[in-house]
């Protein structure tokens, strides 16, 4: 097949690991004699210093000519003045909210070579395999804000059909798994959580009666993805509960770095990206764990072109390599010697051919 992908390296470790990713892909279509064409554009703080702008024009209509968007990562210390007028991450929310992919998938898949990376014991890690889904185009996000000298707001609102078209996509997907939806919101204090569960009840029951449906608030889920991670397999919430119980749950996969996501809508125009951030910290240096992108990459493969196979032959290239102890520095024991970004890279390319 043919398909044009924009690219948006972004800010931080978001170039290494886009490279990683487009490395990957460019391999895939060799072997399997597909063509993917590349658009790389400009988004978040690399938008801001060379256009004025975060999302700007000719990245928002390369995204809408394009077959998907893979994304590195946006942000960073010199954009994050708290008094900034414009800052990177309007560009990522920007970029969701004009693709409209309303359903960010996080898949939570533990690696039994990977159970020693992980700061939870290992016995709690037996069998974890969860999947979260999170509402990504609506709610305090995406809320009006105002700001005073002494006060500030920010609003969140979820309407019927935002509630309704995520629970679908949850429960689709519990529907091909093991049949349990975990819905999770903080309805014993928020007016949009008792409105996302009545919506949620009924919806279930009207169009997913054989699914067991469970609501949890937000806290205890936190206290239970640590504490019973196993207990659960598709999790549905909102958007901000969703982005912080996802990085909690990275933890459990060993690195944040080996979670990789894939924002859904209506069209089979997707956004693939890690959950990490831009580190900061670790860029530039060449030694960003590239599996959360490359595992992107190939969800990207499977939900916007299709490719099931080549999904697939991705996925346990990458378990292969772990398995084989190549490790970068963030999933690295005390007697692995870690290896860069681009080792890891052409490890999980060289296992591909
Ligand atoms: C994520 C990130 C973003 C979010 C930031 C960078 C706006 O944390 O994708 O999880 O909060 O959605
Ligand atoms: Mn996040």
């Given at each position: 097949?043919?398909?044009?992908?924009?690219?948006?390296?972004?800010?931080?470790?978001?170039?290494?690991?886009?490279?990683?990713?487009?490395?990957?892909?460019?391999?895939?279509a060799a072997k399997h004699g597909h063509r993917?064409?590349?658009?790389?554009?400009?988004?978040?703080?690399?938008?801001i210093d060379e256009a004025q702008d975060p999302f700007p024009a000719n990245t928002r209509s390369s995204c809408a000519e394009s077959d998907a968007v893979l994304l590195g990562a946006v942000g960073?210390?010199?954009?994050?003045d708290p008094n900034a007028p414009i800052r990177p991450e309007q560009g990522l929310l920007a970029l969701r909210a004009a693709l409209e992919v309303f359903a960010n998938i996080r898949p939570v898949q533990i690696l039994d070579e990977l159970a020693?990376?992980?700061?939870?014991?290992?016995?709690?890690?037996?069998?974890?395999?969860?999947?979260?889904?999170?509402?990504?185009?609506?709610?305090?996000?995406?809320?009006?804000k105002t700001r005073t000298e002494d006060s500030a707001s920010d609003l969140c609102v979820y309407h019927r059909h935002e509630v309704e078209r995520?629970?679908?996509?949850?429960?689709?997907?519990?529907?091909?798994?093991?049949?349990?939806?975990?819905?999770?919101?903080?309805?014993?204090?928020?007016?949009?959580?008792?409105?996302?569960?009545?919506?949620?009840?009924?919806?279930?029951?009207?169009?997913?009666?054989?699914?067991?449906?469970?609501?949890?608030?937000?806290?205890?889920?936190?206290?239970?993805?640590?504490?019973?991670?196993?207990?659960?397999?598709?999790?549905?919430?909102?958007?901000?509960?969703?982005?912080?119980?996802?990085?909690?749950?990275?933890?459990?996969?060993?690195?944040?770095?080996?979670?990789?996501?894939?924002?859904?809508?209506?069209s089979t125009c997707g956004l693939y990206e890690p959950i990490h951030g831009s580190a900061p910290d670790i860029a530039g240096k060449g030694i960003a764990n590239?599996?959360?992108?490359?595992?992107?990459?190939?969800?990207?493969?499977?939900?916007?072109?299709?490719?099931?196979?080549?999904?697939?032959?991705?996925?346990?290239?990458?378990?292969k390599v772990i398995s084989a102890g190549i490790r970068t520095a963030d999933i690295a024991g005390a007697d692995d010697s870690p290896v860069s970004t681009t080792e890891m890279a052409d490890a999980i390319i060289q296992q591909l051919r």
């Open positions: 097949m043919e398909a044009l992908i924009t690219v948006l390296p972004g800010d931080g470790i978001g170039p290494e690991v886009c490279k990683a990713g487009t490395d990957v892909l460019c391999a895939i993917f064409e590349f658009s790389e554009q400009l988004i978040g703080g690399a938008g960073g210390p010199q954009w994050s020693d990376a992980s700061p939870i014991k290992a016995d709690r890690l037996d069998g974890v395999d969860i999947i979260v889904v999170r509402e990504l185009t609506g709610g305090i996000y995406f809320g009006e995520i629970l679908r996509v949850a429960a689709n997907l519990a529907n091909d798994r093991r049949g349990q939806l975990c819905s999770v919101d903080k309805a014993n204090v928020l007016e949009t959580s008792r409105f996302w569960r009545d919506v949620t009840v009924t919806t279930m029951a009207a169009e997913f009666p054989d699914i067991k449906l469970e609501h949890m608030l937000v806290d205890a889920a936190a206290m239970h993805l640590i504490n019973r991670p196993a207990h659960f397999d598709v999790i549905v919430t909102e958007n901000m509960f969703g982005d912080i119980l996802t990085d909690e749950a990275s933890m459990l996969a060993g690195s944040m770095g080996m979670l990789p996501s894939a924002s859904l809508g209506e590239p599996c959360g992108m490359i595992g992107s990459a190939a969800l990207m493969l499977r939900h916007s072109f299709g490719l099931d196979v080549e999904a697939t032959e991705i996925e346990s290239a990458i378990r």
